[in-house]
């Protein structure tokens, strides 16, 4: 068979390999879902100081992985952690890798993590969320869908071509962080280092690391940004009994409830003035196809446990989801939190509440919107406490163009390995990194889920399906593929 | 010197032995203070139950030294308490204590307690708070106001009697708990149980569980009661990631803010209706009462830390902390409250309030008011969300007639020892078992504060003056006299 290729390729006929390495994946299901045991044995939390070891060891076996595939392998040190109390501690090395150097193909950069949300057995999950456990084809472990079974499935499509002595289509390159799951601390950094050497002769970025909408296959072109506030009303130098006090000082809390309260109605609506002016408008063309979206409403309010949503039609749901800005109001820092009763005032508390970014809002007016708004609400009261208004986070939202040919070549591979057409979708949440990428090296991005839309990440029975795991390996050969097919 | 009481008393002249009385208190001050440094150096926090041998021993010693005045002593059990898991542990027991059987007497009966609040010395203690530290005439420790030393210098008034071979004024009985500071837990039930036999021949009650408003020492004659309610507001089954479903669904956070938002208005008026249309009106002669008391408002604005308070002047002042209700938000369960970021939609929020009450206030139409009231503000919202509303505390008002002859008493104690009239004071806070005596033996109580205004209950750097902890000492032995000739 393999000569049959060879012969094909060098007679000029267009050759189809894909059957081979279909096979070859098929043959193969047992080795990755192995492979995806070690990693989800290794408990990779970013989160946790004291699971670093873990973190620094799945990082060294990313490193052995993406060895076997024969390219050059770094591990790039990012630098220290500095920790609540001042000391530091090292950062979990980035690892970057480059096969193929054939300067007549294009060169694809493939971003994925390996590190992972917190996960202990008592939080809810039915079975050890580090031991991969199959039920029913579907395999649960922390971290199997949210990123490692992706990662493994970029490294086993490009191991397949090699398998089958396959010349790859496009040069690769990883690039597999350990921080994404707190905020991709140091990649930044390492990526503005190496604009001009590792990311030079890179044309496409690719980011597995999202989900589809729904049994369809997606393509993602869209993530919301984000601008998260911290609201801090300060007013007696120290927390006062309410009993003793209540009735003499204005409390903080009744300041922070009350400007709290004018940031959005009872419908929804965000009452920050400019800031759903902002938005850029919403496009017949994009009715149209968020009307063609496959979206199962019911199941998403059952697996939500709610009877009744924000938007009762799916195109204002997910309008509202994708390319709205929404107000979350997240908590509370410095008020009692605890279970049972207590009789304070607290004397200093911090609102936190988020808005997601949407083009064509520009965090840096959203905050002077917000921070205005506030003070001019809080100015009404005339409250003797203090109230300072910060913006935490600005994450810029990001937008692909999908009439762009990385999506013509998404929507042929998804075709051949799924016979249908994907879904075009947007992420609600915020992915920094493909602005990062964007802004920085002027690539093109684009997203290539193959998490199902009910794998649970961040959550308990976290899982990744054999079905989406292995097609989804077989998704990417023949991205790889369709890639190589877009004219330079 | 004896021999002259003797005679003057034979002889039926007005014998005056204070003199003598405070002498002996003036030649045991260094004794006084090493009993307070045992006590204190027990960690009798009564909400760790890591604690409870400490609170055991507390109580055991405390029998102790009720033993060493030679009456009746019991230390009785009040069963179990229940842990959040389900598992129980003895609770301390009380320790009651009679001195004298003279039916020609009057029985008082001397309310204390012997456990503290937590403190460690890293929460911002300038000393070790279970070691006694004298600073410039100030002993540092916790428990040390509250209320170690007011049932220490109880126990020192009967003790300076009998030192003296004095016939006791009166029969002295003595309840020291050692639940308090957790709820006082299990000493209604023995109240009620004891109603017929230990309480059946008391005739006042006599409580000296707080604090002077300023340097003039103070008769205290009212507590606030107080309402502490739950409203929970419950949407998805699980926390959502704002950014997936930020849009998509009300939140239940939003709901909240928006009914704690509509208790109480930016000046601190409460907004359920009907609450301040059942406070007792302020009548002319509380206004002059008022306007008598001495009160430092810059003093006070300096010790909580604030430029402003919510009224300007000392009357208005005084009248909302003490005798008009306030509404104060303590905090909220299940939201986001530590520090840093985290984009989560709460899935259920049980905000956290209270309401003090006053007279002619009644809890269980403060429940009704206010469970009507949020319930009519949520309808509005149209929200989906489930909102539940719950009074997991209605502890009433304690009110005295400052005009019964306990509080003559007072004053002529207060004037013997500190050659002044005391304030007429109330707390705004909430000292439950008043109400519970009032109402179950139907006995008068009387508070007799020998705190310092700023003694710093509960906070960091509690302490008690030597001067307030031995002239207390002595206002208590006044006192046995003073209630002696209160007609039968």
């Not at 990662?151 to 010349?167: F, G, K, R, T």
């Not at 990883?174 to 990311?199: C, P, Q, W, Y």
């Not at 064509?360 to 100015?379: G, I, N, R, W």
């Not at 839309?453 to 050969?477: A, C, P, V, W």
């Amino acid at each position: 068979m393999l000569a049959v290729i060879f012969l094909a390729t060098i007679l000029g006929i267009q050759a189809h390999p894909f059957d081979e390495l279909h096979q070859h994946v098929d043959d193969h299901v047992e080795d990755y879902v192995e492979a995806l045991r070690q990693w989800v044995a290794v408990e990779s939390d970013s989160s946790d100081v004291t699971k670093r070891a873990d973190l620094h060891r799945m990082m060294d076996m990313t490193a052995e992985k993406l060895k076997g595939l024969g390219g050059e392998v770094e591990m790039v040190d990012i630098g220290f952690q500095e920790l609540p109390d001042g000391t530091t501690i090292p950062l979990p090395k980035v690892v970057t890798a480059q096969i193929g150097k054939d300067s007549t193909k294009h060169t694809i950069c493939v971003y994925g993590h390996v590190d992972v949300q917190p996960a202990k057995k008592e939080d809810g999950w039915a079975t050890d969320p580090y031991n991969l456990t199959d039920i029913n084809g579907n395999l649960y472990g922390r971290g199997a869908s949210d990123n490692k079974a992706p990662v493994l499935a970029w490294i086993h499509a490009v191991e397949a071509y090699q398998a089958l002595n396959l010349d790859l289509p496009v040069n690769v390159k990883f690039v597999i962080e350990g921080m994404e799951e707190t905020g991709s601390n140091g990649l930044d950094t390492m990526i503005v280092a190496k604009r001009d050497t590792f990311f030079s002769n890179v044309d496409y970025i690719i980011i597995s690391d999202c989900g589809w909408l729904s049994r369809r296959p997606a393509l993602t072109y869209g993530t919301r940004g984000n601008c998260y506030f911290f609201a801090e009303v300060e007013g007696p130098k120290q927390d006062l009994h309410s009993g003793v006090y209540g009735g003499t000082v204005i409390e903080p809390m009744t300041d922070l409830i009350g400007i709290l309260d004018s940031l959005i109605s009872p419908s929804g609506n965000i009452l920050v003035p400019g800031i759903r002016e902002a938005v850029a408008p919403f496009s017949d063309e994009e009715w149209r196809m968020y009307q063609d979206i496959e979206f199962d409403m019911e199941a998403f309010k059952s697996k939500i446990g709610i009877d009744q949503l924000m938007y009762n039609n799916k195109v204002d749901l997910l309008a509202h989801r994708w390319r709205h800005p929404t107000v979350s109001i997240h908590g509370i820092e410095g008020a009692f939190s605890a279970s049972g009763s207590k009789t304070v005032i607290p004397a200093k508390v911090t609102g936190k509440f988020s808005i997601r970014q949407v083009p064509d809002m520009d965090p840096a007016m959203v905050k002077k919107q917000v921070t205005e708004y506030l003070h001019s609400v809080f100015a009404k009261r005339k409250s003797p406490n203090k109230l300072k208004v910060t913006m935490i986070i600005g994450a810029k939202p990001w937008l692909a163009d999908t009439k762009h040919a990385l999506y013509e070549a998404g929507k042929a591979a998804v075709k051949r390995v799924f016979q249908m057409e994907p879904d075009l979708i947007r992420e609600g949440g915020t992915i920094p990194i493909a602005r990062t990428f964007q802004d920085v090296t002027g690539k093109s991005i684009i997203m290539l889920p193959i998490g199902g839309f009910d794998d649970g990440l961040h959550s308990q029975n976290e899982k990744m399906s054999r079905y989406n795991y292995i097609e989804g390996t077989k998704l990417f050969i023949s991205y790889l593929h369709e890639v190589a097919e877009i004219k330079k």
